[in-house]
């Protein structure tokens, strides 16, 4: 007695076997050569942390003293530069502020070229350097750093735009047990900080890699 194959049955057996070979083919690519790639997707989740704002632009991180900066901004607000979103100094950074009633305070970065509180995120291989002792003061108890991540590639950078500084200062804070959270900004939506006592939307939330 002759058997025939069902139609319907090979082409399952067909998309079974493609879909096998796929996932081979993926599998080893991430085992290409040896080397192990682990894929990480960072969550988002609420948390009594408070926020250590930092700003990375081109190859620098500016980790940004908020008690001067609110002092400043105030002052200017006292000027009258809140009227019409004026663009202001704010004398810290090389960094100029606007003050908007829903965003805060909007910060525009341009030429920090010349300022001595950002840094390169090769200083964090030095034990001594700025960056590190001022990433080192975060406390991971009551504490986490929130990046403020420039996607536009500088003109006298190195590594293309701020995510190279940031994933750096990132898996150092790794390291130290010290979670982050992260925005991405650039000249058109620059970085903002506001109060949420006031503004539901002002949300700086930590997150936490797939493998933590």
């Not at 008690?67 to 809140?82: C, E, L, S, V, Y």
């Not at 829903?102 to 034990?127: C, M, P, Y």
Request: aromatic content about 10%; proline content about 3%.
């Amino acid at each position: 007695m002759k058997q025939y194959i069902n139609v319907d049955s090979l082409t399952d057996i067909v998309s079974n076997s493609v879909g096998i070979l796929i996932i081979l083919a993926v599998v080893s690519l991430i085992h290409d050569n040896s080397k192990t790639y682990q894929l990480e997707i960072p969550i988002e989740h609420q948390s009594e942390l408070a926020p250590i704002f930092i700003i990375a632009k081109d190859d620098k991180l500016i980790v940004l003293d908020m008690d001067k900066i609110f002092t400043n901004a105030a002052m200017q607000a006292t000027d009258g530069a809140a009227g019409g979103k004026r663009i202001f100094p704010l004398n810290y950074g090389q960094l100029f502020a606007q003050i908007d009633d829903r965003e805060g305070i909007v910060f525009h970065a341009q030429d920090i070229a010349g300022s001595k509180d950002w840094h390169h995120f090769t200083t964090l291989q030095k034990n001594n350097s700025t960056l590190r002792q001022q990433l080192n003061q975060i406390d991971p108890k009551k504490q986490f750093a929130y990046f403020f991540v420039y996607d536009e590639v500088g003109d006298s950078n190195i590594s293309g735009s701020g995510f190279e500084s940031f994933r750096i200062a990132r898996e150092y804070l790794k390291s130290k047990h010290i979670k982050s959270g992260w925005k991405p900004v650039d000249s058109d939506h620059p970085a903002s900080i506001c109060d949420m006592s006031f503004n539901a939307l002002c949300k700086y939330l930590p997150s936490y890699l797939g493998s933590s």
